[in-house]
């Protein structure tokens, strides 16, 4: 599975629209009703769901899942952080949208005194800023981020978790701490750091029907193995297949007292060549 940057998602999203062809607002629906029905099936039961927005393209997808939550009949709040511009064009489509509903529940924040009260029970909506951040939370948006994270409520990001950057570390940052991220097509570099563990949670990747011509053509700096890959490449070894049949391996390894990585690889090696050998077990 190839892993993308934030440039070429961006790049994937306008080659899908363009070659498809499908118009961006119909893309964000589509991943909308991703969402909203990973959400549905996970949450059956949900007492109400809070969505939290900013004004890009994240927060048109938390506003388009807001609008099919509320068409299935589960109580939803949305919170939009306002700063006095207008949202992306889509947002703004979204928002039109979602006011013609007649039990809309729509809050703006301002300062902290526009924050929600969480109750017991409610699923949170992370939509606040998606792939395209690039500078640290701060200010407002950062005491909403540490407030959603003390509240004890389940959390749910859309992308990304507010607040983490794609492509490279995130490390000391304030950002959510989700318990799912839902993200689009593809892994993410960020999903990959050791010190965004406890920021990601479980991450599940829906696929939105990018066009697949993309994925194909595209040259990327980082793959991440998967079954799919690894079958590619498998050769199954012969009875009387030798070490000189499949070539060599070089292990290049720790000094005295850190070789396990080295015993583990030789045997991983032999064990390729050799079916009469015992395979090593792990636990």
Known sequence: ??????????????????????????????????????????YPDAVSFVILCGKGNNGGDGLAIARILMENKYPVSIYILEFGHKGTEDFQTNLARLNKLSNHDIHFIQTAKNFPHLQQGQIIIDALFGSGLNRNLEGVT???????????????????????????????????????????????????????????????????????????SVVNQFELLDDAIIHSIYKPRKKFSHKGTYGHALLVAGSYGKIGAAILSAKACLCGNFKFLQKPSYT
């Open 142 to 216: 950062a005491d909403l981020v540490q407030h959603i994270n003390n509240g004890g409520n389940e959390i749910i990001s859309i992308d990304i978790p507010s607040g983490l950057f794609v492509d490279r570390s995130s490390k000391d940052a304030i950002s959510i701490h989700a318990d799912h991220t839902l993200s689009f097509q593809c892994y993410k570099p960020a999903f990959l750091f050791a010190e965004n563990e406890e920021s990601v949670g479980e991450i599940h990747i829906l696929d939105i029907g990018l066009h697949h011509d993309y994925y194909q």
């Open 1 to 42: 599975m190839k892993i993308f940057s934030a440039e070429e998602i961006r790049l994937w999203d306008q080659y899908t629209i363009e070659h498809e062809p499908i118009l961006s607002i119909d893309l964000m629906e589509r991943a909308a009703a991703k969402c909203a029905n990973w959400l549905l099936q996970q």
